[in-house]
């Protein structure tokens, strides 16, 4: 199926009594239409590279815009920090181990609940465009177009509503464009929509588009502090993971120095080797060792992974442009995020994986014209569980009690919240796999971080993020600190309790999966 002829099928959808439903659903009639909503996401976006975050990496106007016009959220976490976890989380509102996926490798089951498919029951028109890396086919959308696996740069497969086809072009381009008509096509429409938008990038191995492959080639471009990062009073699940840009950063795939992408067309090619021939060939002759060869490591990486974010903060300026030419701006409830963060050279790594502030984090920015005030920040805690709730409240429908999760609507529209939680709970499970990062769970209140590392280790690390916000200095077995352990440990296994996960029932699910 060709762009227009896509969506021409999204137009000519049924609009047969979706408000009939949709108050329905809420059991009275609504005393105003429920708002539109764009869910944008990238794929290992970091806080760190977001404009409005303070980043001093690069620019990000557009997603800028977005807190600039509404609020953001300085802390925002995710519960498992790798791609399919996150996502199950974000659709569900539920941890891993109850929602079924607890690493890349679990497919994801459709029949359960997802805030599509109840903002779907309610009459909402809805969208998915991107990427989607949960095996099984999406449900609870209307419309899908989705990424075969972690997809392509550049001229991508994609699978519309089952059906395989390749574009030519860029993915996040592509992607752009039928975002962009998708909305176009509901400028009459008295449905409302969610559209879901999941763009590839920043995703390893960091395909910038042609535009962007030399954009940052005279940037200046600061070391992280801690890239030469010696691990010291760290347990040994720092030193013994596979992400280290010394070690493990490819130099022919992800810096660069091999040959084009193999999907690239003749003209694609030649534009690829006017960028990257030239620093192919300034690196043979450079010689470079040790610390030298890791800072040249670090700026090639930073070079891509930014151009790629540039590309995406495009798309959101294009999606935001969309809704202002089709008079939608108004009632749509616009969300920018990432699935994860990401180590942009913090610790000597990239990746994700740890439960360290640099890849648990999430950048989040919303706006909601009339509802959220422009400029807004907010330090509550929240989580990526958060998201479906909150989605589902800003629609005026409840959440179901199954959803482990907690509408922030609240938070952003500056509305009195009693009781909102002051710790989050996080568990990674994907151990032994890629990067070799130990299985681990914790707890982060405000000030202090519990970390514990099992299966094959045995080791706790404790931070004070006041004193140590770079996470340098384990405190765990620190006299001084006795007590914040103690009250710490207490609220771990409350978190435990109130989430139904434990390190026994982990335990239970690595050995169903070694007898299979």
């Not at 794929?43 to 016009?69: F, K, M, W």
């Not at 029951?121 to 099984?136: N, Q, V």
């Not at 497969?157 to 039928?178: C, F, H, N, S, W």
């Not at 990257?276 to 030298?292: I, N, V």
């Amino acid at each position: 199926m060709k762009r227009r002829e896509f969506v021409r099928s999204v137009g000519l959808a049924s609009l047969a009594g979706p408000l009939g439903r949709y108050r329905s659903l809420l059991g009275k009639t609504p005393s105003s239409p429920p708002p539109n909503i764009v869910f944008i996401m990238a794929d290992d976006h970091a806080s760190q590279a977001v404009g409005c975050y303070g980043g001093r990496l690069n620019r990000t106007p557009h997603i800028d815009r977005i807190a600039r016009e509404g609020a953001r959220f300085d802390r925002c976490f995710c519960t498992n920090g790798i791609c399919a976890p996150s996502r199950a989380a974000i659709l569900t509102g539920r941890y891993g181990h109850l929602n079924g996926v607890r690493d890349n490798a679990r497919v994801f089951d459709g029949s359960q609940a997802t805030f599509p498919k109840l903002l779907q029951a309610a009459g909402y028109e809805t969208a998915l465009l991107g990427k989607w890396h949960l095996e099984s086919d999406p449900t609870g959308f209307d419309h899908w177009c989705v990424l075969p696996g972690q997809g392509d740069y550049y001229n991508p497969d994609l699978i519309e509503m089952g059906a395989k086809t390749r574009r030519p072009g860029y993915v996040t381009d592509i992607l752009t464009d039928l975002a962009v008509d998708f909305i176009e096509a509901r400028k009459s429409s008295p449905r409302p929509f969610l559209l879901m938008l999941h763009h590839k990038a920043p995703h390893r191995n960091w395909q910038p588009a042609i535009r962007h492959m030399a954009l940052y080639d005279d940037a200046e471009i600061p070391e992280p502090p801690t890239l030469f990062d010696d691990y010291a009073t760290r347990s040994r699940a720092a030193a013994e993971q596979e992400m280290t840009i010394r070690d493990h950063m490819t130099l022919e795939s992800d810096l660069k120095l091999g040959p084009p992408p193999g999907r690239m067309d003749e003209d694609q090619k030649k534009a690829w080797e006017a960028v990257y021939g030239p620093k192919r060939e300034a690196f043979r002759k450079a010689g470079l060792s040790g610390d030298a060869l890791v800072r040249w490591k670090y700026r090639r990486y930073l070079q891509d992974y930014l151009g790629c974010v540039a590309a995406v903060d495009e798309s959101v300026g294009r999606v935001l442009d969309g809704l202002d030419r089709t008079g939608l701006a108004s009632r749509t409830l616009v969300i920018y995020t990432s699935d994860q963060g990401f180590f942009l050279g913090e610790h000597g790594w990239f990746d994700k994986r740890f439960m360290y502030e640099e890849a648990l984090r999430m950048p989040l920015v919303m706006r909601l014209p009339g509802r959220i005030p422009a400029g807004s920040v907010r330090d509550e805690m929240l989580t990526n569980v958060d998201l479906a709730p909150t989605c589902l409240d800003a629609a005026g429908i409840k959440r179901p009690a199954a959803m482990q999760g907690r509408s922030f609507l609240p938070l952003a529209e500056a509305r009195p919240v009693s009781g909102w939680p002051r710790s989050i709970f996080y568990h990674y499970c994907e151990y032994p796999a890629e990067h070799m990062v130990k299985r681990h769970y914790g707890v982060r209140t405000e000030r202090y971080k519990l970390i514990r590392f099992y299966y094959d280790i045995d080791a706790w690390e404790l931070y004070d993020l006041e004193r140590d916000p770079r996470e340098l200095r384990n405190v765990y077995a620190d006299p001084a600190y006795t007590g914040v352990r103690r009250d710490l440990a207490s609220e771990l296994l409350r978190l435990q309790k109130l989430y139904g996960d434990s390190e026994e029932l982990a335990l239970h699910f690595v050995k169903a999966d070694l007898k299979k």
